[in-house]
């Protein structure tokens, strides 16, 4: 398997090697498992597509009084997590150091929320599917999506939703954007921070290609009729907001998805802190 060459600030920035003693596969679970447990969420292992994928979502749904934020389940799908060591060595467990996309679901002030991990996340690699492919080139493979999709529908199945917002941070915006175009009951994609046309991101970062990763922005045509709001930070470097703005340009005039610049925050600051108020913004 040819290994891309990945920009090294890219790299660091997302798989924290820059910041003193990389915690072990196991410790980055056990956190994750820790603030999920302090608020009454539970984990689950979701074989869908020949992966074994970790979901967390709340011991009991809401679901008591109905009404719009009840019958929609907010889907949250994990970035890349620890997908390099340096520019050139893949990380040997892809399990983030920081959930991003899970502290965003836990921040969400109202309705039904689940999260999803990418394959080999919290799994440990000997795992079904595990291949470091799946964190690196293939990272948005044809497999993978499809694994991402069926793991969605028993999230929504278990939740007694009617209805989807799906929600991606980073690398996990791209995932989110692929599902969505593939299915009927997305009213809503929202991505923070996210890859969501890795072409334009390869080539702004002169890297290797993803080989064999599909494309989010290839599914413009078949997310014409879906609502979509993709928050970039000002000040973020690995995925600055040229990267939306050129996916939002593969759609129609006048219909192209909503970018939403927020000029202080980066890539990964400060979009926890600043979750609750974004998404009352969103609307129903």
């Not at 413009?220 to 009729?225: I, K």
Request: aromatic share 8%; proline share 7%.
């Amino acid at each position: 398997m040819k290994i891309p060459r990945v920009l090294p600030a890219v790299s660091l920035a997302l798989c924290l090697a820059a910041c003193g003693a990389l915690p072990s596969a196991a410790e980055r679970r056990e956190a994750a498992q820790a603030l999920a447990s302090q608020h009454g969420w539970q984990q689950e292992r979701i074989a869908a597509g020949g992966f074994d994928l970790v979901a967390w979502r709340p011991a009991r749904y809401a679901g008591s009084a109905p009404g719009a934020d009840d019958e929609r389940l907010t889907v949250y799908i994990e970035g890349d997590g620890l997908a390099w060591l340096n520019s050139s060595q893949p990380s040997d467990d892809p399990t983030p150091g920081n959930a991003m996309a899970l502290k965003l679901a836990l921040a969400q002030p109202r309705g039904n929320a689940a999260y999803l991990a990418r394959p080999c996340q919290f799994t440990g690699t000997a795992a079904a599917g595990c291949d470091p492919a799946y964190w690196t080139g293939r990272r948005f493979a044809e497999e993978v999506v499809a694994a991402t999709d069926q793991a969605i529908g028993i999230l929504k199945r278990q939740a007694g939703a009617r209805r989807l917002a799906l929600v991606g941070y980073s690398g996990g915006g791209g995932i989110a954007a692929l599902v969505a175009a593939r299915r009927r009951d997305v009213d809503l994609l929202v991505t923070v921070a996210g890859n969501l046309d890795h072409r334009a991101w390869t080539a702004l970062h002169h890297v290797s290609p993803l080989t064999g990763s599909l494309n989010p922005a290839d599914a413009a045509d078949r997310l014409l009729q879906v609502r979509q709001r993709h928050f970039v930070g000002g000040k973020d470097a690995v995925m600055p907001v040229a990267i939306a703005t050129a996916y939002a340009e593969r759609y129609p005039p006048g219909q192209r998805p909503e970018v939403r610049l927020e000029p202080g925050f980066d890539h990964r600051c400060c979009w926890v802190e600043a979750w609750p108020g974004l998404w009352r913004g969103l609307g129903d």
